[in-house]
Every structure is written in C-alpha cells, then in structure tokens.
C-alpha cells in the first residue's frame, strides 16, 4: 500500500463516455502529478500542480483536464478518449515543488478505452 | 532535450551477486537524483535519493554519484529472486520535473 490513493483501481470506458481518475495524498505535500505510462516504457508527465496551480502541462490532448481541488486532491477529467489512450495512469506527489525531493507514486488506474 | 539514458537489458544476475544498474544524463546542472523499482503491473516504488558526488548505501542497495561524469548508479548485493523488476533512473535539474530513464530490465536467477 502506498501512501498517494488512487481511485479506481481499474477503468473501462467508451470513447463517448466522460469519467474521473482520482488521487488523494495526505503527506503534506505541495507538489501533485499525473503521468501516462504505456507497457515496458517509462512514466509520461502529463500534468503538474505546485501549491495548487497548474505549473506544468506538457502539451497533453484537451480530453484529459486536471483538476486540483485542494492541495490533498488532484483530479483527471476524461472525455472522448481514444483507443491509444489506454495505459496506466499513475498519480505522485513530492514534499516540494523544486525538484529536490523524490516523488512518491500511487498504485495507479489502469485504464481500457474500447 | 534532457536525456536520461539506461541500458534497457534484460540483465541476469544469479541469486547472491552484484547487479549493477547504470544511468547517464545530459543536464549538467542536474541536482537531484532518484532509483525506483517498478515490478510488473505495479506502480514505481522509490529505492534510494542521492543528492552528491560519492556513495549512499542503505541496506543492500548503493547508490554512486559522478557529477563529472554525468553518471549514476545502483549496485544490489546479494541480490534475490524478489529483485528481479524494472529499475528506473530518474533526474531532477531545475523546476519540479523529473526525467525517467527508459529502465533497465533486471533478472535474478535461482
């Protein structure tokens, strides 16, 4: 178990459907991300928010749309997803919001986009 | 572009010897550096931080630091079957953006 929760844990969608990944944290952390990660290839930053702002968005799709409620919550908003999109979606968070400290990484939702 | 690079593998080390994982980087102003163990299916599971030049060890896990040579590495004694995982190197410069190596495919042998 791991200290960054991730809701679900498992996901299967249509392309038409409009669903929500969620990852909570309660470690006091001010840095939150959400990274893509395909089979036997590295985690894809997508998205990071420091101190609740959105600080970094790497030229994701507009069909994914983070959110971050609180500085213990960090949403992703999925909508007409395509088939490519199906991976692991891993959520972290880090202490700081410079790069110094490591990221720590929740179970992730595995997510099948038929 | 920063690059983070590692031999992909798979390497295959017998139960009890020294697997030894290594990772290049191109940012020379890189400050922080990470080893994460990921199994398969599973989520990365952070190992070992180190921050400067030299070794860090904890329990069976060392980690080595060149900033001159822009090189990081693992070392994992006695290894065990329970080893055997992908490990990725992961670098942090400036700002709060990690770059991940492409992992290194590790294989402990009974």
């Known amino acids: 178990d791991t200290e960054v929760t991730q809701t679900p844990k498992h996901l299967v969608m249509g392309m038409t459907n409009k669903k929500s990944l969620k990852c909570e944290q309660h470690?006091?952390?001010?840095?939150m991300y959400w990274y893509k990660q395909k089979a036997k290839k590295p985690p894809e930053l997508m998205f990071v928010?420091?101190?609740?702002?959105?600080?970094i968005n790497e030229s994701v799709p507009s069909r994914f749309s983070p959110e971050c409620p609180n500085s213990s919550l960090l949403n992703l908003h999925l909508h007409a997803l395509q088939p490519e999109d199906s991976a692991l979606y891993l959520c972290?968070?880090?202490?700081?919001?410079?790069?110094?400290?490591?990221?720590?990484f929740g179970d992730g939702t595995r997510l099948s986009i038929l | 572009q920063k690059e983070v690079e590692q031999n992909s593998g798979p390497l295959s080390v017998p139960e009890g010897a020294i697997a030894s994982l290594n990772c290049t980087y191109s940012?020379?102003?890189?400050?922080?550096f990470f080893w994460y163990r990921q199994y398969s299916g599973k989520s990365p599971e952070l190992i070992m931080s180190?921050?400067?030049?030299g070794d860090k060890e904890d329990g069976r896990f060392t980690a080595q630091l060149n900033k001159a040579s822009q090189y990081v590495s693992l070392l994992i004694r006695d290894s065990q079957p329970s080893d055997s995982a992908t490990y990725l190197c992961?670098?942090?410069?400036?700002?709060?953006?990690?770059?991940f190596g492409t992992g290194t495919s590790l294989t402990v042998i009974p």
């Open positions: 470690m006091g952390h001010r840095a």
């Open positions: 928010y420091s101190y609740e702002k959105l600080s």
């Open positions: 972290a968070s880090s202490q700081d919001g410079q790069g110094h400290q490591p990221q720590h």
């Open positions: 940012d020379r102003v890189s400050q922080s």
């Open positions: 992961a670098v942090s410069s400036t700002g709060n953006q990690f770059y």
């Open positions: 180190i921050y400067s030049n």
